[in-house]
């Protein structure tokens, strides 16, 4: 085992994901010393490739990089306070997506798992936890993901007496950068915005018809899918719908979903406005991969690569990866959770990450950020205070702790589901606060939404500058 100089016995934490290297990291910085247990390099899962810690088995985007009036951007500036890795690495390791933070998914996994390794106070294990920590283990946190085995599974569900949830969470195709047929796309971001590192023309844009609109939508909803088996039943995060179940919900979803043509204009033939649009976003740093956005599905293979090739533009598509589905599994948080991420029935031990109910990269790794701080200040005899409801960090915390109402039909259980960041989870501002700016004549709908939203990120980020400082 790795030597280290703290005088603190280990935290273990178990998963080497975006939510365990986090936590990990947060509990190593504090001078306390962790043991990460990781199984992936002894034992593989459906969805992931490599052995790589933090590796990102579907989108490389972490979404919104826009901390004045995004929630996802305003998690992502609370978590560089915080000295998060994740953001560090996703930082180093972006490619130009508009106005989004996406990364060259292999060179941030291989930093996340690089700066692990380094760190004087993290030794590395490999091997698989098939049930919840030994009581010797006194401080733990369980961040093992989406992908859960099922033996921990089996063990949690015995040790919390709660029926596990379970959602599908599909995977977009990546197409080959040099099979795309750019003398029908363009590069165009929407509206032609600039983010991080972006040009404004940081997505490849795959123009259809009417027609040829309707033919895709035709071929999806025939399209031979993966079947359920024993998942049968369990319902989709609505956030990570798999293009084909969008398609049957109605013939006009997809062109005002992940197929709008709003802000685009053709740049082969400016004066025809595109039906609806297909868009694509780097994925690697060489600009030679392609992620299809928004296109997660549980169609068979051959079946994706006949109907994606019926796109304009992707007629000779090559597939670096085809899309692909796994199941997601997450426990009753609000029920079983207290507000530090302990288990109400064990002291000591915590979950962090997906498991937990949130939903996405960022709130994965934010929500491993906090158990990781909550653990190291239980193991050094310091108080533990959340981060205030204003903040990010604290508003999903507070969904997965306790933000939900008792539904009618079941009373005394709660309607929960996985949730991504977004404004809706923060306090309301107090009244009188949204005022019309100087020089403004007409003020309401969109305009005040977006001050609201202004208003909102600025207290966010001051709040919890305020929390980091006392912390």
Same mark, same amino acid.
């Given at each position: 085992?790795?030597?280290?100089?703290?005088?603190?016995?280990?935290?273990?934490?178990?998963?080497?994901?975006?939510?365990?290297?986090?936590?990990?990291?947060?509990?190593?910085?504090?001078?306390?010393?962790?043991?990460?247990?990781?199984?992936?390099?002894?034992?593989?899962?459906?969805?992931?490739?490599?052995?790589?810690?933090?590796?990102?088995?579907?989108?490389?985007?972490?979404?919104?990089?826009?901390?004045?009036?995004?929630?996802?951007?305003?998690?992502?500036?609370?978590?560089?306070?915080?000295?998060?890795?994740?953001?560090?690495?996703?930082?180093?390791?972006? @490619?130009?997506?508009?106005?989004?933070?996406?990364?060259?998914?292999?060179?941030?996994?291989?930093?996340?798992?690089?700066?692990?390794?380094?760190?004087?106070?993290?030794?590395?294990?490999?091997?698989?936890?098939?049930?919840?920590?030994?009581?010797?283990?006194?401080?733990?946190?369980?961040?093992?993901?989406?992908?859960?085995?099922?033996?921990?599974?089996?063990?949690?569900?015995?040790?919390?007496?709660?029926?596990?949830?379970?959602?599908?969470?599909?995977?977009?195709?990546?197409?080959?950068?040099?099979?795309?047929?750019?003398?029908?796309?363009?590069?165009?971001?929407?509206?032609?915005?600039?983010?991080?590192?972006?040009?404004?023309?940081?997505?490849?844009?795959?123009?259809?018809?009417?027609?040829?609109?309707?033919?895709? @939508?035709?071929?999806? *909803?025939?399209?031979?899918?993966?079947?359920?088996?024993?998942?049968?039943?369990?319902?989709?995060?609505?956030?990570?719908?798999?293009?084909?179940?969008?398609?049957?919900?109605?013939?006009?979803?997809?062109?005002?979903?992940?197929?709008?043509?709003?802000?685009?204009?053709?740049?082969?033939?400016?004066?025809?406005?595109?039906?609806?649009?297909?868009?694509?976003?780097?994925?690697?740093?060489?600009?030679?991969?392609?992620?299809?956005?928004?296109?997660?599905?549980?169609?068979?293979?051959?079946?994706?690569?006949? *109907?994606?090739?019926?796109?304009?533009?992707?007629?000779?598509?090559?597939?670096?990866?085809?899309?692909?589905?796994?199941?997601?599994?997450? *426990?009753?948080?609000?029920?079983?959770?207290?507000?530090?991420?302990?288990?109400?029935?064990?002291?000591?031990?915590?979950?962090?990450?997906?498991?937990?109910?949130?939903?996405?990269?960022?709130?994965?790794?934010?929500?491993?950020?906090?158990?990781?701080? $909550?653990?190291?200040?239980?193991?050094?005899?310091?108080?533990?205070?959340?981060?205030?409801?204003?903040?990010?960090?604290?508003?999903?915390?507070?969904?997965?702790?306790?933000?939900?109402?008792?539904?009618?039909?079941?009373?005394?259980?709660?309607?929960?589901?996985?949730?991504?960041?977004?404004?809706?989870?923060?306090?309301?501002?107090?009244?009188?606060?949204?005022?019309?700016?100087?020089?403004?004549?007409? $003020?309401?709908?969109?305009?005040?939404?977006?001050?609201?939203?202004?208003?909102?990120?600025?207290?966010?980020?001051?709040?919890?500058?305020?929390?980091?400082?006392?912390?």
């Amino acid at each position: 085992m790795k030597q280290t100089s703290s005088t603190f016995a280990p935290i273990h934490v178990i998963g080497g994901g975006l939510a365990g290297s986090e936590a990990a990291w947060q509990i190593a910085n504090s001078g306390v010393p962790v043991i990460l247990h990781e199984m992936r390099g002894v034992r593989g899962t459906d969805a992931h490739r490599t052995d790589s810690l933090a590796e990102l088995v579907c989108s490389n985007s972490f979404r919104s990089d826009d901390a004045t009036s995004n929630a996802v951007g305003v998690i992502h500036a609370e978590m560089r306070m915080a000295g998060s890795l994740i953001m560090a690495c996703a930082d180093r390791h972006q @490619v130009p997506a508009g106005g989004a933070l996406a990364v060259d998914r292999d060179g941030f996994s291989a930093a996340v798992t690089e700066a692990i390794h380094a760190h004087p106070l993290i030794t590395v294990v490999r091997e698989e936890v098939t049930g919840l920590p030994p009581k010797e283990w006194d401080l733990a946190v369980v961040a093992t993901g989406p992908l859960t085995s099922a033996a921990l599974a089996e063990a949690i569900q015995s040790q919390t007496g709660q029926d596990q949830l379970a959602f599908f969470d599909a995977i977009a195709p990546i197409v080959y950068r040099d099979s795309i047929d750019m003398d029908i796309c363009w590069y165009q971001s929407r509206y032609d915005k600039v983010g991080p590192g972006g040009t404004g023309k940081d997505y490849i844009n795959c123009p259809m018809d009417e027609a040829q609109y309707n033919a895709f @939508v035709d071929a999806l *909803i025939a399209g031979d899918t993966v079947g359920f088996h024993e998942w049968e039943g369990t319902p989709y995060f609505d956030g990570c719908l798999p293009i084909e179940i969008m398609a049957a919900r109605g013939r006009e979803t997809l062109r005002h979903g992940p197929m709008k043509p709003m802000g685009l204009t053709n740049a082969h033939n400016p004066t025809v406005k595109a039906y609806a649009v297909v868009q694509l976003r780097q994925d690697n740093a060489l600009g030679t991969l392609y992620n299809m956005v928004g296109f997660q599905t549980k169609l068979k293979y051959g079946a994706q690569a006949e *109907i994606f090739r019926l796109i304009p533009g992707l007629q000779n598509a090559e597939f670096a990866r085809l899309g692909g589905l796994h199941r997601n599994t997450y *426990i009753q948080s609000p029920v079983l959770l207290d507000r530090s991420l302990t288990l109400k029935s064990r002291p000591g031990l915590r979950f962090a990450g997906q498991i937990t109910g949130c939903e996405g990269y960022v709130e994965s790794a934010s929500i491993g950020l906090l158990a990781g701080r $909550f653990a190291a200040a239980e193991r050094k005899g310091n108080a533990i205070t959340p981060p205030p409801p204003t903040t990010a960090l604290g508003s999903l915390l507070g969904h997965i702790t306790g933000g939900h109402l008792v539904t009618d039909e079941e009373p005394g259980k709660r309607s929960f589901q996985p949730m991504n960041i977004n404004f809706g989870l923060f306090p309301d501002l107090e009244p009188g606060s949204i005022v019309k700016p100087e020089g403004v004549k007409r $003020f309401r709908g969109k305009d005040k939404a977006q001050v609201k939203r202004q208003l909102i990120a600025a207290r966010a980020l001051a709040d919890c500058k305020a929390w980091l400082d006392q912390s």
